[in-house]
């Protein structure tokens, strides 16, 4: 418990000091998926992705605050009929980047870290009907996501162009709960495509 209130206090006093140096906003799609052995790129999520950012003066170093979609969906086909999961998992994540400059081209790469604010997941069977799993809720899953993140921008007078992978590297379902169970040993993978415009 202490050690999550540290961090905590870590991430909002780094949301803070973000948002009053703030350079820009930023927005996209988030195409994301849980990566484990079970699980291809046909149960891809499409979600949003909605932030903050600042860039340090040289260049060399750029922080952002996002609001991000991110989860998967997954078969099942089983004896009591076919359909499939839905993961709506939303995160507050704190991605700080490290950036290089190749004339138009900025090439940025650094950990981030996330919060778990909301987690809906929905059983969609095959006829289509959607129901709420109600055994799932937030709780089951860790609160806190890290990871890598990388990628490619293109720069222009006051906006930004830019592909981004993040690669997670924290579990998403607590070990012992139904989530754990129903997606062991799973990961956030996400691709985002995002525009950034200079303030």
Do not use: C
């Not at 930023?26 to 909605?50: H, R």
């Not at 650094?110 to 909301?118: K, R, T």
């Not at 109600?134 to 990628?151: C, E, I, N, S």
């Amino acid at each position: 418990m202490k050690t999550r209130s540290i961090l905590l206090s870590i991430f909002f006093l780094a949301s803070g000091l973000l948002m009053a140096q703030l350079s820009g906003i930023k927005g996209g799609a988030n195409f994301s998926n849980l990566y484990v052995d079970d699980v291809s790129d046909e149960n891809m999520k499409i979600g949003l992705n909605l932030g903050i950012w600042h860039q340090a003066a040289n260049g060399a170093f750029q922080a952002e605050l996002n609001y991000s979609n991110k989860g998967a969906e997954i078969v099942y086909d089983g004896a009591l009929g076919s359909g499939k999961y839905r993961y709506n998992l939303n995160y507050l994540e704190l991605p700080v980047l490290f950036v290089g400059h190749v004339g138009k081209l900025n090439l940025h790469v650094g950990p981030y870290a996330a919060i778990l604010v909301g987690a809906n997941i929905k059983d969609v069977d095959s006829d289509g009907d959607i129901n709420q799993v109600a055994q799932l809720d937030r709780d089951d899953f860790h609160t806190f996501d890290y990871g890598l993140a990388g990628g490619v921008g293109v720069d222009f007078d006051a906006s930004q162009v830019g592909l981004r992978y993040n690669y997670g590297l924290r579990e998403i379902g607590k070990s012992g709960s139904f989530a754990g169970e129903a997606v062991d040993n799973a990961k956030n993978s996400v691709l985002q495509l995002y525009i950034a415009l200079d303030f």
